[in-house]
């Protein structure tokens, strides 16, 4: 669990860089990616 917290926060810091080169809109849809594709690994 606490692997895919730091995961979270390492991929929220990696997109939160890319928001402020102007690519805020790419970075949240691929925040929103990430986060999918963690609960999904949580589910299974």
């Known amino acids: 669990m606490l ?3 730091e995961e ?3 991929i929220l810091r990696v997109f ?3 928001g ?3 690519k805020k ?3 949240t849809f691929f925040t ?3 986060f999918t ?3 999904i690994g949580i589910s299974f």
Request: proline share 0%; no cysteine.
């Open 3 to 5: 692997g895919l917290l």
């Open 20 to 22: 402020r080169k102007g």
């Open 25 to 27: 809109v790419k970075a």
């Open 16 to 18: 939160g860089k890319l």
């Open 32 to 34: 929103k990616v990430a």
């Open 37 to 39: 594709k963690i609960l």
């Open 8 to 10: 979270t926060v390492i």
